[in-house]
Every structure is written in C-alpha cells, then in structure tokens.
Nanobody, 116 residues
Framework: QVQLVESGGGLVQAGGSLRLSCAAS????????MGWYRQAPGKQRELVAL???????NYADSVKGRFTISRDIAKPTMYLQMNMLKREDAAVYYC??????????WGKGTLVTVSS
C-alpha cells in the first residue's frame, strides 16, 4: 500500500504562485507514475499533470507553461509548482500514485483558492 498526503494549498491572488507537495509513504518502490488531479465545485475531476518513472511529464493544456510537476525520489515527495494562477485554477487538488499491480492510491486533497 501507498499513503499520500498533500500540503501547500491555500488562498492566493490571481497571478500569484503556490507549491503543492505530496508526500508518499509505504510501498513507494512500487510506484510507476504520480500526478495531480483537481476538482472544482460542480465540475468533473480533471488531470492536471503527471510524471512517470522515467521522469516523462504531461500537462493539461490549461496549465502548460504555468505549472511544473517534479518529484524527489529520495524523500519521496512530488511537487506541483503553480505560477500565474487564475481564478479557474481554484479547486481541490488531489495527488495520486499508480503502482505496479494496477492499483491507484489517492490523497485526501488540498484546497486552492484564487481571489481576483
């Protein structure tokens, strides 16, 4: 099993920055890829960014050029640096880990609020 704990959410003005963290514990050696989803009120959960075991990254078109996903394997922790935040980025952000047996684990989420 893998346990995931997000942190770093909060209130920020439009145009500002936040860095989210996702600390992983447990069977982290089995993680194939990790990433971030977000869900705004009344909307479906959407993929924001992911990073694979080979450090290949992928981003939603809406965040390309503004968000950067990275990970520190030694800790192990994943990050989402969010710059030039927009009001439409406001959501609960969830990290996930896809492990080798096909299971997907989720964190409980961290709230990002963007004010105008």
């Amino acid at each position: 099993q893998v346990q995931l704990v997000e942190s770093g959410g909060g209130l920020v003005q439009a145009g500002g920055s936040l860095r989210l963290s996702c600390a992983a514990s447990g069977s982290t050696f089995s993680i194939k890829s990790m990433g971030w989803y977000r869900q705004a009120p009344g909307k479906q959960r959407e993929l924001v960014a992911l990073v694979t075991g080979g450090d290949i990254t992928n981003y939603a078109d809406s965040v390309k050029g503004r968000f950067t996903i990275s990970r520190d394997i030694a800790k192990p922790t994943m990050y989402l640096q969010m710059n030039m935040l927009k009001r439409e980025d406001a959501a609960v952000y969830y990290c996930y880990a896809d492990i080798s047996d096909g299971m997907v684990y989720w964190g409980k989420g961290t709230l990002v609020t963007v004010s105008s």
